[in-house]
């Protein structure tokens, strides 16, 4: 997790790479299931609770959880882990 920061730190506009998600298997899987994928482009449409962000020409809305957090880095930081999906 070295250089991963938590979604919840970025500004609205900012662009960041999802790193990963750490969380119960079901709440994770769902957000995979969305698309929330290790290496997938996120931009914060806007911060807060709930957070909007745009993945993949889309939108999507989560709200802060305290079993759930989603992990990101910023471009040009190094590779993120890619998760694999069941």
Same mark, same amino acid.
């Given at each position: 997790?070295?250089g ?8 609205? +506009?900012? @662009?960041?790479? %999802?790193? !990963?998600?750490? *969380?119960?298997?079901?709440h ?12 997938a482009?996120?931009?914060v449409?806007r +911060?807060? @609770?709930?957070c %909007?962000? !745009?993945?993949? *020409? ?29």
């Amino acid at each position: 997790m070295e250089g991963s920061i938590p979604l919840s730190c970025l500004r609205d +506009g900012e @662009s960041a790479l %999802i790193d !990963r998600i750490i *969380g119960p298997d079901d709440h994770v899987h769902r957000l995979q299931e969305f698309g929330l994928l290790g290496g997938a482009m996120i931009e914060v449409f806007r +911060g807060g @609770s709930p957070c %909007i962000i !745009r993945l993949e *020409g889309g939108k999507v809305c989560l709200r802060a959880d305290d079993l759930l957090r989603v992990l990101v880095k910023r471009p040009g930081g190094p590779t993120p882990e890619l998760k694999k999906t069941a």
